[in-house]
């Protein structure tokens, strides 16, 4: 019986993990590096926003998601970028980029 149960606690706690990631929520226990900056050029077509990379906190290491070209989801909005907030010392969570 015991057996049997330490496999399914272990399913089980990692499914809550999952469902916190799939809300959005990502968590580290290091300050980002310095962002990177890049030539952007022209735009695709006209009606095109540029958005900046971020860091992206992956499998225990820092990684850079370049930025890239959108089309705004409706006339005259704009892109707050994302961020990352030191919410308590050494730890960070990432604020996801957005249309406003």
């Given at each position: 019986?015991?057996?049997?149960?330490?496999?399914?606690?272990?399913?089980?706690?990692?499914?809550?993990?999952?469902?916190?990631?799939?809300?959005?929520?990502?968590?580290?226990?290091?300050?980002?590096?310095?962002?990177?900056?890049?030539?952007?050029?022209?735009?695709?077509?006209p009606?095109?926003?540029?958005?900046?990379?971020?860091?992206n906190?992956?499998?225990?290491?820092?990684v850079?998601?370049?930025g890239?070209?959108?089309?705004?989801?409706?006339?005259h909005?704009?892109?707050?970028?994302?961020?990352?907030?030191?919410t308590?010392p050494?730890?960070?969570?990432f604020?996801r980029?957005?249309?406003?």
């Open positions: 019986m015991k057996r049997t149960l330490l496999p399914v606690a272990a399913v089980l706690f990692g499914t809550l993990l999952s469902s916190c990631a799939m809300n959005g929520a990502v968590f580290a226990r290091a300050a980002p590096p310095p962002p990177r900056y890049a030539v952007v050029g022209a735009a695709p077509s009606g095109f926003l540029w958005t900046e990379g971020y860091w906190w992956r499998g225990g290491r820092w850079w998601v370049e890239r070209w959108m089309r705004p989801p409706r006339p909005a704009v892109w707050v970028a994302g961020r990352w907030v030191e308590r050494g730890r960070w969570m604020e980029g957005r249309w406003r």
